[in-house]
């Protein structure tokens, strides 16, 4: 079974400062990991997601993740935040094998609340 | 077409009502989800069809019923639900068939109020 940490539940951050949302899972097999955005009273968007390659994964509107295996870690980053990117982010984590009676199960973490300030 | 749409936007019922709520994709995703999330909590799932068959039913109480008429269509038809029921409820769809991981794509989602 998976698991996901958000360590922080709100990161508050004054516009155009850089931002770093934790984001650690368990697993005793390797795994797809997702990070997603909700803004206010709005649906899941996907953010990024790493599968396999290059452990360096660029998103949408600005932001980056990194896979670290050894620290079983993907925390999401961007240079400069912009008030509109306040929102809740959520990491997510599949297992990329075929689990029988599992199907395509994503474990959500608990939710970092990004706050932008200005 | 890339979107996941999900109708109504916003339901309030009774608890004696019949409702259903509806979500459609026309990318040809094979498998389609229904989660339930409350405030300030990640979503969880309820149910998955994958090749319109149900594969996944998370012991969810049976006053939710869902329905997968057709690839495109998913339908999560509720009755005699209660106050704590209340939630956003959320569509997504991925494009293989649920036994491959795979992305995730959600809807807007109803907010679902129940008196």
């Known amino acids: 079974a998976q698991s996901v940490t958000q360590l922080d539940s709100q990161v508050p951050v004054f516009e155009e400062a850089p931002v770093e949302l934790r984001c650690n899972y368990s697993?005793?097999?390797?795994?797809?990991l997702f990070w997603y955005v909700q803004y206010p009273n709005q649906g899941l968007q996907l953010l990024l997601k790493?599968?396999?390659?290059?452990?360096l994964v660029k998103g949408i509107n600005g932001f980056e993740a990194e896979f670290n295996k050894s620290q079983t870690s993907f925390h999401l980053r961007k240079p400069s935040v912009h008030i509109s990117d306040t929102a809740e982010y959520f990491c997510?984590?599949?297992?990329?094998?075929?689990?029988?009676?599992?199907?395509?199960?994503?474990?959500f973490g608990t939710g970092t609340q990004l706050k932008v300030e200005l | 077409d890339t979107e996941v749409t999900q109708t109504p936007k916003h339901l309030v019922m009774g608890m004696t009502n019949k409702k259903s709520l509806k979500c459609e994709q026309h990318?040809?995703?094979?498998?389609m989800y229904w989660y339930k999330q409350k405030a300030k909590k990640p979503p969880e799932l309820m149910f998955v069809y994958s090749y319109e068959k149900l594969s996944i039913n998370e012991s969810v109480p049976s006053r939710f019923s869902p329905e997968c008429p057709n690839s495109s269509l998913l339908n999560l038809h509720l009755h005699a639900l209660q106050p704590e029921d209340s939630a956003l409820y959320l569509c997504?769809?991925?494009?293989?068939?649920?036994?491959?991981?795979?992305?995730?794509?959600f809807g807007p989602g109803t907010r679902l109020t129940v008196l």
């Open positions: 790493y599968l396999s390659g290059s452990t």
């Open positions: 990318m040809g995703h094979r498998a």
């Open positions: 697993s005793s097999v390797s795994v797809y």
């Open positions: 997504a769809t991925s494009p293989r068939g649920a036994k491959l991981a795979d992305t995730q794509y």
């Open positions: 997510a984590v599949s297992p990329p094998s075929i689990v029988t009676g599992g199907g395509n199960k994503l474990t």
